[in-house]
C-alpha cells in the first residue's frame, strides 16, 4: 500500500555529519505526521525526531541541538539532518509515517526498512 524508501545512512567519524532522506510513496491521500526512530544494539527502538504535516516537531533530549527534522509535502519526504554525530548516535535509523490512504480514508501506520548510521573513529 504505501512504502517508505530511506537512504543517507553511512560510516563517518565522531562530529561529522549526515543528513537521512525517506520518500513515501503509493496509495497515500495525505501523511499526518513523519518520525526517525533509532534502534542500537541490543536495545528498544525510540523515537529521535517527529514532524506533523502543519510543521510542528519534536525531539528527543539526547538529540536536541545537533539533529533537525525537516519536511517535504510535495514530495512526500521527511530529512533528518544530524550534526556533530558521536559514537553513542550508532543505530539502525528507521523512518516511520502515520498515512491516510487513498480511497479508503483508513490512517495506518508504515514504517521503513532502515538506514544504518556508525560514528565511529
Known amino acids: 500500500q504505501v512504502q517508505l524508501v530511506e537512504s543517507g545512512g553511512g560510516l563517518v567519524q565522531p562530529g561529522e555529519s549526515l543528513r537521512l532522506s525517506c520518500a513515501a510513496s503509493g496509495k497515500i491521500s495525505e501523511i499526518n505526521d513523519m518520525r526517525w526512530y533509532l534502534q542500537a544494539p541490543g536495545k528498544e527502538r525510540e523515537l529521535v525526531a517527529g514532524?506533523?504535516?502543519?510543521?510542528?516537531?519534536n525531539y528527543a533530549d539526547s538529540v536536541k541541538g545537533r539533529f533537525t527534522i525537516s519536511g517535504d509535502n510535495a514530495k512526500n519526504t521527511v530529512y533528518l539532518q544530524m550534526n556533530s554525530l558521536q559514537p553513542e548516535d550508532t543505530a539502525l535509523y528507521y523512518c516511520?509515517?502515520?498515512?491516510?490512504?487513498?480511497?479508503?480514508?483508513?490512517?495506518?501506520?508504515?514504517w521503513g526498512q532502515g538506514t544504518q548510521v556508525t560514528v565511529s573513529s
Open positions: 514532524i506533523t504535516s502543519d510543521g510542528r516537531t
Open positions: 516511520y509515517a502515520r498515512v491516510v490512504l487513498r480511497i479508503s480514508y483508513y490512517e495506518r501506520d508504515f
